[in-house]
């Protein structure tokens, strides 16, 4: 077996951490370890990161908040980047705003209500990065990332950068079509001046049904499925009779059942277990197949 970690060992001046166990990386808190997690500063290290992977064979994952992500227990072979302690700077020109893609949305929309800007408040509250809520288009409230993004930049797996506009993106319902080795390192959006007191008044709006209608109090991956073109997914969980089950300490959430959350100490493949109880039963009752919006990721 190669030996990823001697390979990753001084390789840049970000943190790199060997062996790390990515439930504390991801916001369901299961998964198993990965054997590398790489934190570059800039673009010259993501790429040194990028171009070693490719000439060793290594695979690379990136990984945004995790906030999407299943890892299964046995974890990641490989290497993992995060852009979240070094890529997540900001640059405002006048209605155009510029993020890294380690930069949480948090982020941008709380810099975009500083300048007075609109079009980002429906994204307030969504717990993950630019990179990973371009990559899934994010979206909440009828809204969806690609209807304020300008354009994106990419890192190719040969370490090239290039931008392509709005035009040129295939994005459709919480997905981004791009080849699966590219990374997106930053993105640029395109708001409109606004008025500061109605945008927190807007924002407030969004954060307060939030937390009426989410179980933010427990661990998840937010909605397990996309909403398929019947209805919402959460109806049909809950029709089926299945808002409230366990298995293990994983749950279908009694306050949205498109949220599975873990209770404590769920494993991965707890969860795993009970989407698939989910799907059967949706399937067999309903007929409806449903589609899963998180990410699977690593080894059993
Ligand atoms: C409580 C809660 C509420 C949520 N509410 C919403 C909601 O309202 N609407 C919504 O759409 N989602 C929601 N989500 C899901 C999640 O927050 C979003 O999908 C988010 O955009 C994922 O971003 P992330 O940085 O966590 O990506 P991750 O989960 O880390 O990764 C998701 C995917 O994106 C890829 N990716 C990450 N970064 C990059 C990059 N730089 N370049 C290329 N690919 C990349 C990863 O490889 C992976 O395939 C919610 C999640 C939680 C836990």
Redesign the pocket.
């Known amino acids: 077996m190669q030996d990823y970690k001697k390979e990753a060992e001084g390789l840049i001046k970000g943190r790199i951490l060997f062996n790390v166990p990515m439930r504390k990386y991801?916001?369901?808190k299961v998964g198993g370890p990965a054997d590398c997690l790489f934190f570059p500063k800039d673009m010259n290290e993501l790429k040194k990161v990028v171009l070693t992977a490719r000439r060793k064979g290594i695979p690379l994952?990136?990984?945004?908040?995790?906030?999407?992500?299943i890892v299964r227990d046995g974890g990641i072979r490989g290497w993992v980047v995060s852009?979240t302690q070094g890529m997540r700077r900001i640059q405002v020109d006048r209605e155009f705003m510029e993020a890294e893609?380690?930069c949480?949305?948090q982020q941008l929309v709380q810099s975009s209500i500083q300048r007075s800007l609109t079009g980002l408040e429906p994204?307030f509250?969504?717990?993950?990065?630019?990179?990973?809520?371009?990559?899934?288009?994010?979206?909440?409230w009828g809204a969806?990332?690609k209807d304020v993004v300008h354009s994106i930049t990419?890192m190719k797996e040969d370490g090239t950068v290039i931008e392509r506009t709005r035009s040129r993106l295939r994005f459709s319902y919480?997905n981004l079509a791009?080849p699966s080795a590219?990374?997106?390192?930053k993105a640029r959006f395109h708001l409109s001046p606004g008025n500061k007191e109605e945008i927190l008044e807007r924002v407030k709006s969004f954060s307060e049904r939030?937390k009426k209608t989410?179980?933010?109090d427990y661990?998840?991956?937010?909605?397990v499925f996309k909403n398929p073109n019947e209805g919402p997914a959460g109806k049909w969980i809950d029709e089926v009779g299945l808002k409230g089950i366990r298995l293990g300490q994983a749950m279908v959430s009694e306050r949205h059942a498109n949220?599975i959350i873990n209770c404590g100490k769920a494993t991965a493949d707890d969860i795993l277990r009970l989407i698939e109880w989910v799907e059967q039963k949706v399937y067999e009752v309903k007929s409806i197949s449903l589609e899963r919006?998180v990410?699977v990721?690593g080894e059993a």
């Open positions: 991801t916001s369901l994952f990136i990984l945004g908040k995790g906030t999407n992500l852009l893609a380690g949480s949305l994204f509250g969504i717990p993950g990065t630019v990179g990973g809520g371009l990559a899934m288009n994010a979206g909440a969806e990332l990419v919480r791009i590219w990374i997106i390192v939030r989410q179980p933010i661990p998840s991956a937010g909605s949220f919006e990410k990721v």
